[in-house]
């Protein structure tokens, strides 16, 4: 009952591994975005923005439901499937500030300066490319404490550390970027125990990523 659209980027990443951890039985569909898949008239009727992911429950009265935004594919199958978001309200609440954070003070600078390094010959200029930096690292920093004293970012494991964690490996292996903060021990630590999960190396799978 479920259609799932992704590709190789950290936004396909980040919802395919939530598909993953969720154990929702969907159909998977890659998108070739090389080939300009999400750009075809059959695609461009479940997302006319031709952007990932996607995610379609002909299940839903009414429906079908169609989802185009990563952070409500994460919450739409952490609640259909009760998995990786808590019910219980202060646990919830702290689940979604740490979602929240990840994807507004981490990610936001992380795609500007992606995006600057990759369409722009020879980059931004260098205060700029310091700017972002900055604001990355100190994205980043919110999370260090408590990740050097806990195993995860917000008690449970959780959609909170599937959005940090792509943010974090698009930082790592994205050739314009290459950015690994080894100052920060405590997202390291946490980067190799969520990287190490079986459900998370399906999700690299599912979104075309080793």
Not at 117 to 124: A, E, I, N
Request: proline fraction near 6%; glycine fraction near 8%; charged fraction near 20%.
């Amino acid at each position: 009952m479920l259609d799932f659209y992704t590709a190789a980027t950290s936004n396909g990443m980040r919802a395919a591994i939530a598909m993953a951890e969720s154990g929702l039985r969907h159909t998977l569909h890659k998108v070739d975005l090389s080939k300009g898949e999400q750009k075809t008239p059959e695609y461009k009727k479940i997302n006319p923005a031709a952007l990932i992911p996607a995610l379609v429950d002909k299940g839903v009265a009414g429906g079908p439901l169609i989802l185009t935004e990563s952070m409500a594919i994460m919450i739409y199958a952490a609640e259909k499937s009760g998995k990786l978001l808590p019910t219980e309200t202060m646990a919830r609440a702290r689940t979604l500030e740490a979602f929240s954070l990840a994807m507004t003070d981490v990610y936001c600078p992380f795609n500007a300066l992606f995006h600057m390094l990759v369409d722009y010959p020879g980059g931004p200029p260098e205060n700029i490319d310091k700017g972002f930096d900055g604001m990355i690292r100190a994205g980043l920093a919110r999370y260090e404490d408590r990740l050097t004293k806990e195993e995860w970012v917000a008690g449970a494991f959780s959609i909170a550390d599937i959005a940090l964690y792509a943010n974090v490996w698009r930082l790592k292996t994205a050739a314009a970027l290459q950015r690994t903060y080894p100052e920060l021990k405590g997202i390291q630590r946490w980067f190799d125990a969520v990287a190490a999960r079986p459900d998370v190396q399906l999700g690299h799978s599912l979104a075309g990523r080793p």
